[in-house]
C-alpha cells in the first residue's frame, strides 16, 4: 500500500500542477505510477463539469465560458501534453530521417510548424466545445479519463523509439502486466459509463478515441521507429479533440 500511495504522489506529480508530497523516484514507488495517470484526467474531467454546473445556465455557449472549458486541462496539467503536441509537430514537418526527427523531439525550441500547430489546434478546440451543451460537455468529461488510458496502456505495450527519456523511465519501471489489466479495466469502465448515459453519442466518442489510437501506433512506428513521451502527448490532445469532434460534430448533424 505504502508504493501504491508513493505512485500516486509521483503520477500527480509528473502529469499534472497538484502540489503532492515529495516522493524519491525509485523503481519501487514508480510500479503502479502509470495506473494513475487516469485519475489526472478524472480531475479535469471533475474540474470541467464542476465550472458547467457553476455557470453553464448563465454562460453556456458564451467566448468567456468556452474560453475558461478548453484551458482548464492547461491549468491542471502545465501542458505537458501540449508540449509533445508541438515538439511532434516540428519533427513531423521536418521530412527528415527516424533519427533526426528524435532528434527534434528532445531539442526545447519552439519551430514555425510547432506554433502553427498549436495556433490552429486550439482555434479548432474552441470551434467545437463552443457547440457543446451540458450533455455533450458530461460525456467528453470522460474523455480525458479515456484518453490518459490508452496513453498508459501504450506506454505498456507498444515499442519505445529509445531507452532514454521520460517514457522508457515509467515504461521500465511500471509492472507491466498488471498496468495492462488496470487500463482495460478503466476503459471497460468508461466505456460502460458512456454507453449508459448515451449509447449513440458514447459510441461515436469511444470509436474515435480508438481511431486515433491506431493511428498513433502506425505513425510512431513508421516514422519514429516507436513510442516516445513527445509522442504520447501528441496521441492524448489529438485523441480529446478527436472525440470532441466526433461527439459535438454528430449533435450538429442530428439536431
Same mark, same amino acid.
Given at each position: 500500500?505504502?508504493?501504491?500511495?508513493?505512485?500516486?504522489?509521483?503520477?500527480?506529480?509528473?502529469?499534472?500542477?497538484?502540489?503532492?508530497?515529495?516522493?524519491?523516484?525509485?523503481?519501487?514507488?514508480?510500479?503502479?505510477?502509470?495506473?494513475?495517470?487516469?485519475?489526472?484526467?478524472?480531475?479535469?474531467?471533475?474540474?470541467?463539469?464542476?465550472?458547467?454546473?457553476?455557470?453553464?445556465?448563465?454562460?453556456?455557449?458564451? %467566448?468567456?465560458?468556452? /474560453?475558461? &472549458?478548453? =484551458?482548464?486541462?492547461?491549468?491542471?496539467? !502545465?501542458?505537458?501534453? $501540449?508540449? #509533445?503536441? *508541438?515538439?511532434?509537430?516540428?519533427?513531423?514537418?521536418?521530412?527528415?530521417?527516424?533519427?533526426?526527427?528524435?532528434?527534434?523531439?528532445?531539442?526545447?525550441?519552439?519551430?514555425?510548424?510547432?506554433?502553427?500547430?498549436?495556433?490552429?489546434?486550439?482555434?479548432?478546440?474552441?470551434?467545437?466545445?463552443?457547440?457543446?451543451?451540458?450533455?455533450?460537455?458530461?460525456?467528453?468529461?470522460?474523455?480525458?479519463?479515456?484518453?490518459?488510458?490508452?496513453?498508459?496502456?501504450?506506454?505498456?505495450?507498444?515499442?519505445?523509439?529509445?531507452?532514454?527519456?521520460?517514457?522508457?523511465?515509467?515504461?521500465?519501471?511500471?509492472?507491466?502486466?498488471?498496468?495492462?489489466?488496470?487500463?482495460?479495466?478503466? %476503459?471497460?469502465?468508461? /466505456?460502460? &459509463?458512456? =454507453?449508459?448515459?448515451?449509447?449513440?453519442? !458514447?459510441?461515436?466518442? $469511444?470509436? #474515435?478515441? *480508438?481511431?486515433?489510437?491506431?493511428?498513433?501506433?502506425?505513425?510512431?512506428?513508421?516514422?519514429?521507429?516507436?513510442?516516445?513521451?513527445?509522442?504520447?502527448?501528441?496521441?492524448?490532445?489529438?485523441?480529446?479533440?478527436?472525440?470532441?469532434?466526433?461527439?459535438?460534430?454528430?449533435?450538429?448533424?442530428?439536431?
Amino acid at each position: 500500500m505504502k508504493n501504491i500511495g508513493r505512485s500516486l504522489c509521483v503520477a500527480f506529480s509528473m502529469y499534472s500542477k497538484i502540489p503532492m508530497p515529495q516522493v524519491e523516484w525509485t523503481k519501487e514507488s514508480m510500479q503502479y505510477c502509470i495506473c494513475f495517470f487516469p485519475a489526472v484526467g478524472a480531475v479535469i474531467g471533475a474540474a470541467t463539469l464542476l465550472w458547467n454546473m457553476l455557470v453553464g445556465a448563465k454562460l453556456s455557449g458564451s %467566448l468567456l465560458f468556452t /474560453a475558461v &472549458l478548453i =484551458l482548464i486541462p492547461v491549468l491542471i496539467t !502545465g501542458g505537458i501534453h $501540449l508540449d #509533445g503536441l *508541438l515538439d511532434t509537430a516540428d519533427a513531423l514537418s521536418s521530412y527528415k530521417t527516424k533519427e533526426e526527427k528524435l532528434e527534434i523531439l528532445k531539442d526545447s525550441h519552439a519551430g514555425a510548424f510547432a506554433i502553427i500547430i498549436g495556433i490552429c489546434w486550439f482555434v479548432l478546440d474552441f470551434g467545437i466545445y463552443s457547440e457543446a451543451d451540458a450533455h455533450t460537455i458530461g460525456l467528453l468529461a470522460i474523455g480525458f479519463v479515456i484518453s490518459r488510458t490508452l496513453s498508459g496502456l501504450s506506454l505498456v505495450s507498444f515499442r519505445m523509439a529509445k531507452n532514454t527519456g521520460l517514457a522508457a523511465t515509467f515504461s521500465d519501471m511500471a509492472l507491466k502486466s498488471r498496468v495492462r489489466i488496470v487500463m482495460i479495466c478503466y %476503459l471497460i469502465v468508461c /466505456a460502460g &459509463l458512456l =454507453l449508459y448515459l448515451d449509447p449513440l453519442y !458514447g459510441t461515436a466518442e $469511444l470509436i #474515435g478515441a *480508438l481511431l486515433v489510437f491506431f493511428w498513433y501506433r502506425h505513425l510512431s512506428y513508421e516514422k519514429f521507429g516507436g513510442i516516445t513521451g513527445d509522442l504520447a502527448g501528441f496521441f492524448l490532445q489529438n485523441c480529446e479533440l478527436f472525440m470532441a469532434v466526433c461527439v459535438i460534430g454528430l449533435r450538429i448533424v442530428l439536431r
